[in-house]
């Protein structure tokens, strides 16, 4: 398991505190003690791929699902018991999820109705909502006429014209084309920043998170693998799984050595790593881009080995060549052109910093995987 | 066109020469029929049936069933749809349930009405019941009265308005009913602007059906009336069984006929004007 | 809560009103007494074996199974070409023709009935087999249509074309291809349309004789005059006849009533 700094107790100023949280579907174990905290006005994207838990967690937060046992506090308020239309919070649906028999503005004006909100005032409100994501001139149309980003802007304003403290989003962006889906990730981050509210995103889409959250929370199987911002994730994963599922990574197994560190099976190079423990199972995460393609076989300040081209992919902007080094497979990521005169099969030195190399223990027995 | 038209014409061609032998030129024919009185064109056989007061009671005698097999059908038939998609968990028992209530559709009228006969006669069970528990002090008569064909009539009609109204509950998508108490709708409140609304289409249409089947149904009403009540497609048994008058039979016909397009053109327009409220996807 | 248990008391109310008619049909169809009761007084088989002595119900019985059966194949050799033209060609008045069709739906089947009595009559076919047989036709290819419709998608399309495009003729198409991607279509439109058949009064009474006859309508003759536990023992056959439809409806091709996947 890795390590999961997390305080026992909620943070005084925590907006969101979750803790211990654990559900179960019959015997599948779909969240196991998660806590997590998510501080006002904080983006939080909760990423993983499909069956992490992280949409049950996210339906566990809007009331939807009551979790078999752990708490939920909002505000500090123990949330944890009450149902989805006492909770003060808001969700856009993955699906948008907008009532088909109701013009859009009375989508928008319906949470204010619900709130005890005179009709007027709630369809001015509704009105404001609307210009903010720019679609009042759309108030009078119902749903179905709408295309789909303008029904992911229309489910937005509905969700924030409560005022509420939290926004969660289920994949909010999922059904639209890739240029749209870019626009709205700098809108919706943008609106965030302007609204002041907490976003607790849900996303499969690495790029999604890291181009928007201040945090992301890695889940897999049910368990935080990892909590922090897009650059510690990706250049200190906290396990196997988060290094293969962030970018792209070469997994390379590591022998522990006593208090020496662990001996790297390319290179064969020892590189210190305090206490490593034979019990522990060691993996070394190098970048595609930080591996070096050589034509001598020493390189100062690196480590090299020597390899055989098994493979080259010219994407034009960049190249990707794998070179087979004894039985390992190392991938090396350059820009431009650069695998000309490389052809499968040819002799081909790799070299990488040791300063890049970032090592992970494990149990040995821990069944984490991609 | 023309190449489209050259693959259809094989295909229909049976079918539609078969429907036009034996649906339309038949239903022509009664037409026809009804506008003749004595071997000439005439509206007389109308004017016998709308200028005759029995006839305008019998009308009312089978709106009025109609109408309250149709309230009642409604007001039992869509808490047990409600409760059939939205409460019951097990897939199990809602099986079993949707078998039990597709067995009466599957069996005949008469069978279902001869249980009813049984049921709501003098020393049946329903009067044993009222009676044994004390709500009559002794046996109400049923049988010959509107009460008892409506009893049947809702028992014959009933899975029809569930059916309709369960199938339109299970096709409203959850997420609306999720984002209705995401902003802060209460559990009533959700029902009465979200799934309510939503599953109008499909009570309408389950509510017209009812009433349009309680307007022509003869084998029910001949059954639990004794004799006593006499409802419109009575009159059109009659007049072509015994009497064997096709004019003024065919005259009855058609003004049951056009009473049952009309309400069948209106379940048409709620259908087509609540299409809405499927799936969002 | 209260709105719940309220809910649950109606909901199995109701569900015992549909089925308590039923049941008592086929419980009193047991009892050892000469007239009706309920619950049935003494248990004896005697009341089927009254049946099964009288041969006039066994014709009865005969007529309906021939005529359910008959139309049932008719409506599916008429019903499945007309739902291929209309889900594959355009042709004018498409709408208007599929109209038609289904119109026997919703139209009163004494209305139907009388119709076909009339005009039978003067082809001097009056109160004969093929007189029930073109009417019972009628009334149930909507089922067919209905049912194999929806099934004859573009995607069911485009395996057609596919098949086309790898040499098959139209005809092998069909068998190899179109046919047994609508069965389950087929398989539930033509037990509806059977049981419709099977079932049916309103039209059949015009056009029966007292000779030739289905079960139903000799059922309707009977019971207006005596009610008897034979009744009860013929009506129980329906029934059971009914159980066995559906059954076979659920195990082939699925009752996907209430839920969401249809």
Known sequence: MPAMPMPATAKPDALLSIRSVDKHFGTYHALRDVSLDVAHGEFVALLGPSGCGKTTLLRCIAGFLSPDSGTIRIGGEDVTRLPPHRRPLNTVFQHYALFPHLSILDNVAYGPRRHGVPRGEALERAREALELVGLDSAAGRHPRELSGGQQQRVALARAFVNRPKLLLLDEPLSALDLKLRKRMQIELKHLQEKLGIAFVFVTHDQEEAMSMANRIVVMNRGVIEQVGDGRAIYTRPASRFVADFIGEANLLPGTAEGDAGVRLAVGSALLPHLGADTRQRYTAVLRPEHVELLKEPEAPGLITDQGFVEDVIDTGGQTVVTVRVGEHLLASRRLGMAGEGLNPGAPVFVGFHPGHVHIIAEPATHRSGP | ?281 | MITRLLLRVVSWSVMAYLILPLLVIVGSSFTATSYLAFPPQGLTLAWYGRMLGDSSYLAAFGTSTLLALVATAAALLLGVPAALAIARCEFPGKKFLLSLLMSPLVLPHVVLGAALLQYCAALGLMRSFTALLVGHIVIIMPFVLRSVLPQLTPEQRALEEASADLGARPMETFFLVTLPQIRSGLASGAIFAFISSWINVELSIFNTTAEMTTIPVKLFNYVQYTIDPVIAAVSSITIGVAALAIIILDLTVGLHLLSDRR
Not at chain 2, 118 to 124: A, E, H, K, Q
Not at chain 2, 225 to 236: A, D, E, N
Not at chain 2, 248 to 258: D, E, I, Q, R
């Open chain 2, 1 to 281: 066109m023309s190449a489209a038209m050259n693959r259809a014409l094989p295909l229909l061609a049976a079918p539609v020469a078969f429907f036009i032998a034996f649906f339309a030129v038949p239903m022509i024919v009664v037409v026809s029929s009804s506008l003749m009185a004595g071997g000439v064109p005439s509206l007389g056989n109308y004017a016998r049936v709308l200028l005759d007061q029995y006839h305008w009671d019998v009308l009312a005698a089978t709106f009025r069933i109609a109408g309250l097999t149709t309230v009642a059908c409604a007001l039992l038939g869509y808490p047990l749809a409600y409760y059939l998609v939205r409460v019951v968990k097990s897939a199990a028992l809602r099986r079993t349930c949707v078998i039990l209530l597709v067995l009466p559709l599957f069996t005949s009228n008469i069978v279902r009405s001869f249980g009813w006969m049984v049921l709501l006669g003098r020393n049946g069970l329903v009067n044993d019941a009222l009676v044994g528990v004390g709500i009559l002090d002794r046996p109400m008569r049923f049988l010959g009265t509107e009460l008892g064909i409506v009893i049947g009539l809702v028992y014959i009609l009933l899975p029809f308005i569930v059916l309709a109204v369960g199938n339109a509950l299970a096709a409203v998508d959850p997420a609306l009913e999720d984002a209705s108490s995401d902003l802060g709708a209460t559990p009533f409140d959700t029902f009465r602007t979200v799934t309510f609304p939503l599953c109008l289409p499909g009570l309408m249409s389950g509510i017209v059906m009812v009433f349009t089947l309680a307007v022509s149904a003869y084998v029910t009403p001949a059954l639990l009336s004794g004799g006593k009540i006499t409802v419109f497609p009575m009159l059109i048994f009659q007049q072509y069984s015994t009497v064997f008058d096709v004019n003024y039979g065919g005259a009855l016909s058609m003004t049951l006929l056009v009473m049952t397009l009309v309400l069948v053109g209106l379940a048409g327009w709620i259908g087509n004007a609540g299409a809405t409220g499927r799936k969002a996807q």
